[in-house]
């Protein structure tokens, strides 16, 4: 624990790190740390869900000094297993806002491997008592990205000109192109596919099962290369049903009016997401996350060249040999 404290500490103080948000995950048991980088990619697809995750439950009709839900796409999580920072997360926020717990959490496996994040997300349900929705976006390339470096025909093309802004880099282009951004010759991204599996507790049990893909627990959707989130959806109204009983269990323990019972009783979801609304989110994410690799490697490249870097070795050998 004192090693997370400490790079934590040093990455504050680096601005590179505040301007990147890096986020810091710490295994206890295993004494892990891992370092992840948010993206726009995932970003975006993942705002949409959570704009979902925010209006839906507002419209369970409860005072807000009785029940209120909180929406976070960096919320500190700390027990016993693991200190994270998760991508998405509701709490239920009860006591006229001074208590709070985790209701529903998700990650995104894309700046971060599979493994570590169901490692995250088994943590999460060990030591969270009061989950009842962990879910995952699963994003993967077609092929790892590099950069153009700097002496390459596509690096010596680029370097030749000024930095261009977002709008003159995507001129020529159709957003549909964006599962394989291609611009000046060289691959800035590509997309093999994104996944969202999502995983409820089931009535009766105390805990999500994660390792149960067969039964209503689990439910999984595809926004690329195909669109298919009948079943995510499906699961989503689910999940805000077991939202919905622990508003009785709270109406309950508050010996609220029957009035308040009877309304949160005839509440039913509203509509689901709209598959539109993720699409154009992951298309805007994809050329988003391209364009900030270019935007990082030719700013890179303006204020520290790597010919200057290899005179300045050279320089330095021929003068040893002195």
Same mark, same amino acid.
């Given at each position: 624990?004192?090693?997370?404290?400490?790079?934590?500490?040093?990455?504050?103080?680096?601005?590179?790190?505040?301007?990147?948000?890096?986020?810091?995950?710490?295994?206890?048991?295993?004494?892990?740390?891992?370092?992840?980088?948010?993206?726009?990619?995932?970003?975006?697809?993942?705002?949409?869900?959570?704009?979902?995750?925010?209006?839906?439950?507002?419209?369970?009709?409860?005072?807000?000094?009785?029940?209120?839900?909180?929406?976070?796409?960096?919320?500190?999580?700390?027990?016993?297993?693991?200190?994270?920072?998760?991508?998405?997360?509701?709490?239920?926020?009860?006591?006229?806002?001074?208590?709070?717990?985790?209701?529903?959490?998700?990650?995104?496996?894309?700046?971060?491997?599979?493994?570590?994040?169901?490692?995250?997300?088994?943590?999460?349900?060990?030591?969270?008592?009061?989950?009842?929705?962990?879910?995952?976006? #699963?994003? $993967? !390339?077609?092929?790892?990205?590099?950069?153009?470096?700097?002496?390459?025909?596509? @690096? *010596?093309?680029? =370097?030749?000109?000024?930095?261009?802004?977002?709008?003159?880099?995507?001129?020529?282009?159709?957003?549909?192109?964006?599962?394989?951004?291609?611009?000046?010759?060289?691959?800035?991204?590509?997309?093999?596919?994104?996944?969202?599996?999502?995983?409820?507790?089931?009535?009766?049990?105390?805990?999500?099962?994660?390792?149960?893909?067969?039964?209503?627990?689990?439910?999984?959707?595809?926004?690329?290369?195909?669109?298919?989130?009948?079943?995510?959806?499906?699961?989503?109204?689910?999940?805000?049903? #077991?939202? $919905? !009983?622990?508003?009785?269990?709270?109406?309950?323990?508050?010996?609220?009016?029957? @009035? *308040?019972?009877? =309304?949160?009783?005839?509440?039913?979801?509203?509509?689901?997401?709209?598959?539109?609304?993720?699409?154009?989110?992951?298309?805007?994410?994809?050329?988003?996350?391209?364009?900030?690799?270019?935007?990082?490697?030719?700013?890179?490249?303006?204020?520290?060249?790597?010919?200057?870097?290899?005179?300045?070795?050279?320089?330095?050998?021929?003068?040893?040999?002195?």
């Amino acid at each position: 624990m004192s090693d997370y404290i400490y790079v934590k500490d040093r990455l504050e103080e680096c601005l590179w790190y505040r301007k990147t948000w890096n986020r810091l995950t710490y295994f206890s048991m295993s004494e892990r740390l891992m370092v992840s980088s948010p993206s726009a990619l995932h970003g975006s697809v993942m705002g949409t869900i959570m704009g979902h995750l925010t209006s839906v439950p507002e419209t369970i009709p409860v005072p807000m000094d009785t029940v209120i839900y909180r929406t976070f796409s960096a919320n500190s999580v700390i027990v016993e297993s693991v200190r994270a920072i998760s991508d998405l997360t509701v709490k239920m926020c009860t006591r006229g806002g001074r208590v709070g717990k985790s209701i529903w959490l998700m990650e995104s496996a894309f700046s971060q491997s599979d493994s570590d994040v169901m490692r995250k997300l088994n943590a999460y349900v060990q030591d969270i008592p009061s989950l009842l929705v962990v879910g995952k976006l #699963l994003i $993967k !390339q077609g092929q790892q990205y590099h950069s153009p470096g700097s002496k390459g025909s596509a @690096a *010596l093309r680029l =370097r030749s000109s000024n930095l261009m802004t977002q709008e003159e880099w995507t001129s020529g282009h159709d957003a549909d192109e964006f599962e394989q951004v291609v611009v000046d010759g060289h691959t800035w991204l590509m997309l093999s596919s994104v996944e969202i599996h999502v995983r409820m507790r089931q009535a009766g049990n105390s805990k999500i099962e994660l390792n149960d893909t067969d039964g209503n627990g689990y439910a999984f959707g595809t926004l690329f290369p195909t669109v298919n989130l009948g079943d995510i959806n499906n699961a989503f109204q689910r999940c805000f049903e #077991l939202v $919905k !009983q622990e508003v009785f269990v709270e109406l309950e323990s508050i010996n609220a009016d029957r @009035a *308040l019972f009877d =309304r949160t009783a005839a509440w039913s979801p509203p509509c689901p997401m709209e598959s539109a609304s993720l699409r154009s989110a992951l298309v805007y994410g994809a050329w988003a996350m391209a364009y900030d690799r270019y935007a990082h490697w030719r700013t890179t490249l303006q204020k520290k060249p790597y010919n200057m870097t290899s005179r300045r070795i050279s320089t330095s050998h021929s003068g040893n040999r002195g």
